[in-house]
């Protein structure tokens, strides 16, 4: 008995809101990161937009890693 609770429990996890809004910051950072690399073609710029991406794919990756946890 003490399986189906823990297999039930692992089963709400995956539906808990603040899971996707995680996902989805990670997504408008990343999206940032992508518009702000095509704003001029300074190497400071290139350089931050990459960092910014990374950082919301990593936030993104969390968030998905967390559902299925």
């Not at 290139?46 to 559902?67: Q, R």
Request: net charge neutral; no cysteine; proline share 0%.
């Amino acid at each position: 008995m003490a399986n189906l609770d823990e297999t039930h429990k692992s089963g709400n996890n995956a539906n808990e809101t603040s899971h996707y809004a995680l996902m989805t910051v990670g997504i408008f950072i990343g999206f940032f990161g992508v518009i702000f690399r095509f704003l001029t073609n300074w190497t400071f710029v290139d350089i931050s937009s990459n960092i910014i991406l990374v950082i919301g794919v990593i936030i993104s990756l969390k968030a998905v890693f967390n559902i299925l946890k």
